[in-house]
């Protein structure tokens, strides 16, 4: 099956001198949960900003549904690709609601505002990631979690194919943390929703993400389905860590590091 | 595996699922719990427009004279004293007023500060540098009919603007950040420059600049006023073109590139216009502080946070403030004409302090 997106050797620096991505080649499978993971400052969150359209390779290219995505108009790139960044604090008193309705201005016309439709999109959306309580509250004085769950939201608002997300997990406590798993796992099988989630909760992964992919130092150094990634050696090779083991549990991959 | 065919996507005008009725009937349910309404921009317009009208109308008829409409008809003293200068200083008050509580409103969404004012961006400072060199080297020329203090002035925050802009451009991308910062500290440094220009010329063109610093709205006929028109009223146009833009960049810069905004391109946009709006204004009106800080926070109080509700109803609310405030100089210890940035921070001040007070739940500041 093609590819929903896919990098194409792409390289990135934000300083000259300085790459952050190294000629990464991977190919994002439609429809399929995917999970990018790496240690700290390997590059993770500026491939997935790359694919977002937020950033543009300096070498290489990227691809959405066959086409370059630097050819695609952005906004008919935000019907298609949305995103949900790392930090999602903001300035001004917002209502979550407000917030989440924004995920509906790629439908909108300029000097609309969103109608009856869109604002039923935006409260569905709420109620998916199980915040609709959240709908009339001032972001501002949200939790982080809370918060995080909000922007998701917002993601979700804008129907996108291929939701890319930023450490989405960081904040949320265990029960939303396995909620949202299930959520993206309900989204992939019920909608066809295609995701690709930066994350360092390894345990997030394994059993309902379909792909992992790894980095290290900005190239990409393993890819495959989780059991075949969380494993000690590959692990330990992805963080530069010998200290890292994983065992078989219920099913599930426990990882820690000694 | 299943794909998203067309029919499951909700562009605007698509057919409402069941589901999505019954979560639209939620959306609007009143309080508690109730969610923000569908934002009612033209009550807000309308609203703010009566204000304006019935301010204007005040002020036109405030004075340390009293003008009535039958004095306008019969008395030719009267109609000059009101269209020469009392109608002329109440529209300029009211553009003024506008463009820095529209320039404030954008600020603060461009920043992500609540904070953000027009004097953010360094050109106020710029501007008062220049309008202190002009008068303390007695410079009288007129250039095209315009004072030399007023292209001075003008000159000064434009090359405040370039500088800040020069500084804050750092590579491919603007930082927001450095803007701020580097605005701030020119801003300081101008601070500086003009009391080291103050200290060195003579004692009456230090008052003259003290004046001139503080803000005043005096202007005769409509010339000035014209004159200032071509620049602010585009202006305005392209400011408010982008209040879409700027509701996506105040919930974040990521989130709004992710949304379709150009993010480098808005921000060039919105700081060259608001430079251009807030140098016009500087040149003539003189450094008038608060307006641009505290009236769009109360357009967020009395009509909510979104970004295109906020920037039309500064507007309004801005030349509605201005003209109250210069009334309120020129009539309260009437015949003695109070600065007009004097009284900006007296009564808009306590103002916003009540309405703070009144909606505890505001969190912006």
Redesign the interface.
């Known amino acids: 099956?093609t590819p929903i997106a896919a990098a194409r050797a792409v390289e990135f620096e934000?300083?000259p001198g300085a790459p952050v991505i190294r000629g990464v080649s991977l190919e994002v499978p439609?429809?399929k949960l995917c999970a990018l993971i790496g240690a700290n400052g390997c590059g993770k969150s500026t491939l997935v900003?790359l694919f977002?359209?937020?950033l543009a390779p300096r070498h290489g290219e990227i691809v959405f549904q066959s086409a370059p995505l630097g050819s695609l108009p952005?906004?008919e790139?935000?019907r298609q690709?949305?995103?949900v960044?790392q930090?999602?604090a903001?300035?001004?008193?917002?209502?979550?609601?407000?917030?989440v309705l924004?995920?509906?201005?790629?439908?909108?016309p300029?000097?609309r505002?969103?109608?009856?439709?869109?604002?039923?999109?935006?409260?569905?959306a709420l109620?998916t990631v199980e915040a609709?309580?959240l709908?009339?509250r001032?972001v501002?004085?949200l939790s982080g979690g809370e918060r995080q769950m909000v922007?998701v939201a917002?993601a979700l608002a804008?129907?996108p194919?291929l939701l890319l997300m930023d450490e989405p997990s960081a904040g949320l406590d265990l029960k939303h943390r396995a909620s949202l798993a299930r959520t993206l796992a309900a989204l992939r099988?019920?909608?066809?929703?295609t995701s690709l989630v930066v994350t360092h909760d390894l345990h997030l992964i394994d059993p309902l993400f379909d792909s992992v992919f790894a980095l290290r130092r900005g190239e990409l150094v393993a890819q495959g389905t989780p059991a075949e990634l969380l494993i000690d050696t590959v692990l330990a090779e992805v963080y530069e860590d010998q200290h890292v083991r994983t065992r078989r549990v219920d099913g599930r991959t426990m990882i820690w590091s000694n | 595996?299943?794909?998203?065919d067309d029919s499951?996507?909700?562009?605007?005008?698509?057919a409402?699922p069941g589901?999505?009725?019954a979560?639209?009937r939620?959306?609007?349910q009143k309080?508690g719990?109730?969610?923000?309404g569908?934002?009612h921009?033209w009550r807000t317009v309308l609203i703010l427009t009566a204000l304006l009208v019935i301010v204007s109308a005040v002020a036109l008829w405030a004075g340390s004279q009293t003008i009535t409409l039958s004095q306008l008809r019969t008395d030719a003293l009267s109609r000059t004293l009101f269209f020469r200068l009392r109608l002329p200083r109440v529209v300029m008050a009211a553009l003024i007023g506008a463009s820095l509580a529209l320039v404030g409103a954008a600020l603060?969404?461009l920043f992500?500060?609540?904070l953000a004012d027009p004097s953010t961006l360094g050109v106020s400072g710029g501007g008062a540098v220049g309008a202190a060199t002009a008068i303390a080297f007695g410079w009288a020329a007129r250039v095209s009919g315009v004072p030399m203090v007023f292209v001075a002035a003008f000159c000064g925050a434009i090359a405040a603007v370039v500088v800040v802009h020069k500084i804050a451009r750092t590579?491919p991308v603007m930082l927001p950040g450095a803007l701020l910062l580097a605005g701030v500290v020119v801003n300081l440094i101008a601070s500086a420059a003009v009391l080291t220009i103050q200290y060195m010329t003579d004692s009456e063109r230090a008052l003259q600049i003290l004046r001139w610093l503080i803000g005043s709205l005096d202007v005769v006929g409509f010339d000035t006023i014209w004159r200032m028109l071509i620049f602010l009223v585009p202006c305005w146009i392209a400011l408010l073109?982008f209040s879409?833009d700027l509701?996506?960049l105040?919930?974040?810069e990521?989130?709004a590139?992710?949304?379709?905004?150009?993010v480098a391109r808005c921000e060039w946009a919105i700081h060259l216009i608001s430079s251009l709006l807030v140098g016009v204004t500087v040149a003539v009106g003189g450094a008038i502080a608060f307006v641009g800080l505290i009236v769009p926070h109360a357009v967020?109080l009395l009509f909510g946070?979104?970004l295109?509700i906020v920037l039309p109803g500064s507007l309004l609310l801005g030349a509605a403030f201005l003209i109250a405030a210069d009334a309120s100089a020129r009539v309260v210890l009437s015949p003695i004409e109070l600065p007009v940035g004097a009284v900006t921070g007296l009564l808009g001040g306590p103002v916003f302090l009540w309405l703070l007070y009144r909606r505890q739940?505001?969190?912006?500041l």
């Open positions: 099956m934000y300083l439609t429809g900003r977002a359209g937020l952005r906004r790139a935000a690709i949305a995103y960044p930090n999602t903001m300035a001004f008193p917002f209502t979550a609601l407000e917030v924004t995920g509906r201005s790629p439908y909108t300029r000097f505002f969103e109608d009856e439709n869109d604002r039923a999109c935006a409260m569905e109620a609709e309580h709908a009339a001032p501002t004085e922007a917002r804008q129907e194919q099988d019920t909608r066809g929703l | 595996m299943s794909s998203v499951q996507r909700t562009q605007s005008g698509a409402l589901r999505r009725r979560s639209a939620r959306a609007g309080p719990g109730r969610p923000e569908q934002p921009v603060q969404a992500r500060n609540p590579g073109f879409r509701h996506l105040a919930m974040g990521e989130t590139g992710a949304l379709g905004v150009n967020r946070q979104d295109r739940r505001y969190s912006a």
